[in-house]
C-alpha cells in the first residue's frame, strides 16, 4: 500500500475565516498526495474546511437528511407532490434497497467523515497553538455525522438492546484504499452511539466559545443534548442543553424577536450552529422542496394547519400559492440551514427538567413561555403545564426541520398504522455498499 496516497472526495475551498497562501482546487478530488497537500497548518485547515462543506452538501445537512426523514414520519400533516421515486418511495415508506436519496445521505456522511479522519491524521502537521481547535472541530463534524448516521439506519436506541442491535461501520482513520473500506463490518448501536458522545465530549472540551460561523462550545453542547434526549437520557439531555444555552447567551445568543426572522438567509442571533449555503456551494435541501418558488413539493395540511392555537404568530409563517398551502421557513434560495437554534435547547431543557421535576436553568414553566411569548400566545401557569403541552409545543416551534421521526421513535409513538419501531421506519443499509462491502448486514424487513 502506498503511504503517501490518502483516498478523499472532498470539496476544498478558501474560507475568508481561515486564510489561505493559495488557491485551492473547488473540484472533488479522487486522491491527495498528503506529502504535498498536508504539509502545513493552512493545508489542514483548509481540509477542515472542506470537511465543513462536505457535511454541509444538500444531500447532508445542506437539508435533504432532515426533510427525508420528515417524509418518513408523516402520514397526513403534509403533502408530497413530486415526482422524485426516491422521495415518493419514502413518504409512501416503500423504500427499496438502491434508492438514490438514501445512498446520497449515506455516501455525503461517510465522505465527512472521511474528511476529518484525515484532518486528525495530519494533526503533527499543525500549529501547536490550534491543533487542539482543529482537532475539536474536526470531531464534532465526526461526532454529529455518526449520530445521524445511526438513528437513521439503525434501530432506535430504546428498541430493544442497543448493544446487540447493528449499528452503522465505525471508521476512524482516513480510507487510504478502496479495499480498506470493504472490511468494516456494521459497529452495534450502542458502540456508534459511544463514539459520536466520545467526540462530541472532547469538541465541548476543547472548542471556543465564539468560532465565526464554525462549531463552538454551544454547538457541541447542543449536539450533545440531541444525543441524550435520543436515548432518553433526561439527566445529560438537560445539562447539556442547559451549558449550551449558558454559552450561547454569553456570547449574545437570544431568541430573535419575531419567529419569521430565524429563517433567515444568514446566521442569526438565534443560532447555535448553521449551515453556510451560497451560489456556489451547493443546493439548499429545504428551499429545493418546501418552496413555491421552487420545486414546491412539499405542501402543508389542514391537518397540521389545525394544530396552531388561534393568534399563534407561527402559524403566519404558512402563504398560499396556486390553492396549495406552502411553509414559508425555507424562502432563501441560498439560505442558511439553521442546524441547532437555541429554541431547541429551551425545548429539551424544559422537557428534561418536567420528567425529572427538576429546575436546572430555569422552570420548565418559564422555558415553555420564553417560546409561547414569542408566538404571541397566553404563558402558561405552573400548574397548567403537562408533558403533553411541552411536547406540542415542541412539534410545533421545530416543523419541518427534521425532528418528527426521532421524536416519534423516542416517546415510542406511532406513523399512522405503522408502530415506532416499525422496520418500514428505518432506512436500508445501500445496496451498493453492501456489494462492494460483504461484511455490511442489511436491515430487517429489507
Known sequence: MKNNIIKVAVFISCITAISCNKELDTEPSVSIDKNLALQTSDDVKALLIGAYRDLGTANFYGGRIFM?????????????????QGLTQIKNKTIPVDNDFVSGIWLSGYRAINDVNNVIGALNVVNPNDSSSVAAEAR????????????????????????????VPIVLTPTTEITEASKVKRAKVAEVYAQ?????????????????????????????SRVYLQQQDYVNARDAADRAITYARSNGGVLVKNYADA????????????????????????????????????QITNTHLDLYESGDKRANLFYEDGGSVYTGKFEELYGNVHIIRLAE????????????????GATPVSDINRI??????????????????ILMERHLELAFEG?????????????GNLPWNSPKLIFPIPQREIRANPNLTQNEGY
Not at 427525508?68 to 422524485?84: C, H, I, Q
Open 345 to 360: 435547547m429551551f425545548l429539551t431543557r424544559a422537557e428534561c427538567n418536567f420528567r425529572l421535576g427538576t429546575t436546572v
Open 68 to 84: 427525508e426523514a420528515d417524509l418518513l414520519a408523516d402520514v397526513n400533516e403534509m403533502d408530497w407532490t413530486g415526482t422524485y
Open 196 to 224: 459520536a458522545i466520545s467526540d462530541l465530549q472532547l469538541a465541548e472540551a476543547n472548542l471556543p466559545e465564539t468560532n465565526g460561523v464554525y462549531a463552538t462550545k454551544a454547538a457541541a453542547a447542543a449536539m450533545l
Open 403 to 415: 425532528f418528527w421521526l426521532h421524536d416519534i421513535k423516542r416517546l415510542e409513538g406511532s406513523v
Open 372 to 389: 409561547r411569548e414569542r408566538a404571541g400566545l397566553t404563558p402558561y401557569t405552573a400548574s397548567e403545564l403537562t408533558l403533553d403541552k
Open 263 to 298: 429563517f433567515g438567509a444568514t446566521n442569526t442571533s438565534e443560532d447555535i450552529f448553521a449551515i453556510q449555503v451560497t451560489a456556489t456551494a451547493g443546493t439548499q435541501g429545504f428551499n429545493e422542496f418546501y418552496s413555491s418558488s421552487q420545486r414546491g413539493d412539499i
Open 140 to 167: 464534532f463534524i465526526r461526532g454529529a455525522a455518526y449520530f445521524d448516521l445511526v438513528r437513521l439506519f439503525a434501530k432506535a436506541w430504546n428498541d430493544g438492546d442497543p448493544t446487540a442491535n447493528e449499528g
